[in-house]
């Protein structure tokens, strides 16, 4: 029971370990930089395809 209990703290603190990488990873890259334009293109597209059809 106890070494079912330690490996289950493992696994979790590995996979909040493994999310905490991917924050910093997205933070460094850039990937949070100009999130409002994706909204935008979505929009100027639905636009388009309105006035198409």
Known sequence: M???TI???L???FMS???VCV???AVLS???NGIEE???RVFEM???DDVRQ
């Open 2 to 4: 106890f070494e079912q």
């Open 7 to 9: 490996l289950q703290f």
């Open 11 to 13: 696994v979790a603190a």
């Open 17 to 19: 370990l493994g999310g």
């Open 23 to 25: 924050f910093i990873w």
């Open 30 to 32: 850039g990937q949070f």
């Open 38 to 40: 994706p909204k935008y």
């Open 46 to 48: 639905e636009r388009d």
